[in-house]
């Protein structure tokens, strides 16, 4: 159980969720029929957001910098895009985060000692990296990109629209961390 579990934060309004204990010690709404009115009169969108942040302590508990949807969207679109691919690797490769973790040369990873069995976990062990840094003069290094897309549904403010985000990331960087 979480440690503050059993702390009170403040009164909720009656428009909105109540919470309590039920007989097996798991948090549940209050009163069903409390509960449809809050979901049929607000629904899931903007107004019900504005209603749990109006509640005592939510925005502190959950260290929340915008005390509304509209300040929530509003940092979100202040995010800035990274439109320029090369300079979204020369800051993955110049992130301080990661600079021990930068691999920049093939590797051969066994299964035991006998190196009768091969594992091909990360990019820099694939058979294509050593083809090509054998190609490559002294000193030299291949820095992989990765592209990747995924339909992503927007909220449902902006009426069911639906984006395809581009995430980069480079291959010098093992899969935990990409």
Known sequence: MYPSADKVYGHVPSSNPT???????????????????WAVKDGPGQKAIDHLLTIPGVQEKLGLSYNNICALLQKVDSVPDCADPIKAIKTLFADPAFENDHVYGPKKVYTDSSKSSRIFSEMCTRKWWHAIQYLLPEGAT??????ATDKTQLTQFSGGKSVYPVYLTIGNLPKAIQ
Do not use: E, R
């Not at 291949?142 to 592209?147: D, E, R």
């Open 19 to 37: 919470f309590h204990l039920d007989s097996s010690g798991n948090t549940v709404m209050g009163d069903p029929s409390d509960n449809n009115k």
């Open 142 to 147: 291949i820095a992989p990109i990765i592209l």
